[in-house]
């Protein structure tokens, strides 16, 4: 193997968090078991024509059940850190009410199993698995629906109490109005840009709602976490200046501004305009809500903006499987030192970035990923280069740890540094895992 550089040529500090991310609906199957309800994923995947090749995550990577043997997976690796999502409606089935014990045990055992190791958990309230029950009571939508997210959290901060030293609320809200709401590739596939907004909003009440609960009730440290895109400009003219600009503001300013300081981007409601479901259902009070003091951002970086004088995003740098993504490693040095420079030297942890690559099990039983390998190599080196220039970074996590339901992509985008053949649920360590583990065992490349 040639993966490996000269040892310690990039060094990060002493202690530093290197971990790998996972999602419950996107890996753990065992979709009616143990009293799980339904969630919007159920609903969506299982409507023809939504997801590719009518993929769902009934069965997943199966995680539910060889939770044991992907947690030694994740000690053969070394990771530091384990990042991953608990399922509202497995420890409520409708969202609502008195909690599902044996929901709960599971994550109390995966929890165990990652001390066991060694490894720090660190678990996503809400990735995008919102009870059905509550999408029939109006989803995102109904302001209602934060405040059961609330008293969600707070049956989660019991039960996990102190095991748990970082908690993350909502899980990208943008992705949720996005792709929820705005082009309706993800559940609940509406569009609908007015109460795309207002979904924004609700989301936001929910984070601050359930920092508040987790100070009442909870233990550890908490904070969001948020998709942010650096939005560069395709020329020198004012037009394509102020588009970045804007496009800046709905991308990243729309959802830091509120949480990180208590406003919204100015040019973004005066975008929407007075009438706007969002402008309307701000009330009294909920900004100071969103704005509770947090004690970590979390940033997710996959792919940078290029914009045009019109606002049009146009492609400059190479692609990857997910026609989505242009591969740039300096947009992660560039937006991890614009938050900070922005919005002050808060704790930083990246909790995703990773590319999907058309694996296949090799002959002699390997997975040949050399361009995850670069890839993370890349965007480890802009991580490192921001840290040199101050950024408080403290940990990074691959997305994925394995290979999962991709969303409306289905199986056939392989996003892990473990491959997963699905037809016997069989895990192999990719050569992107080995180098990890390399990587992990040096605090550096
Ligand atoms: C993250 O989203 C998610 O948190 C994670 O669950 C996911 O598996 C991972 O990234 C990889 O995608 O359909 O053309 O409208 C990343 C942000 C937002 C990127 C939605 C893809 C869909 C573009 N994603 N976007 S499109």
Redesign the pocket.
Known sequence: RTDAPPAGALRFPPGFGWGAAT?AY?IEGAAKEDGRGESIWDTFSRTPGRTRNGDTGDVAADHYHRYAEDLDLMRDLGLHSYRFSISWPRVQADGTGAPNQRGLDFYRRLVDGLHERGIAPMATLF?WDLPQALQDAGGWESRDVAHRFADYAEIVFRALGDRVPVWLTV??PK?VV??GYL?G?HAPGRQDPDAAYLVAHHLHLAHGLAVAAHRATGAGRIGPAL?LHPCYPADDSPEAARAARLHDGYENRLYLDPILTGRYPQDVLDDLGPDSRLVRGIRDGDLATISAPVDLLAV?Y?TPYYLDGDGTSIPRWPTSQ???QQIHPDGMYDILTRVTRDYGPIPLTVT?N?LPTPDTLGADGTVDDARRVAFLRDHFAAAHRAVAAGVPLESYHV??LLDNF???AGYDER?GLVYVDYQTQQRVLKRSAHWYRQVIAANGL
């Open positions: 999602s996107q990735h899980n990208e992705t996005q792709n082009v590739h998709n997710q996959y997910a026609p989505w995703e990773g997305w994925s991709e969303w409306d996003w």
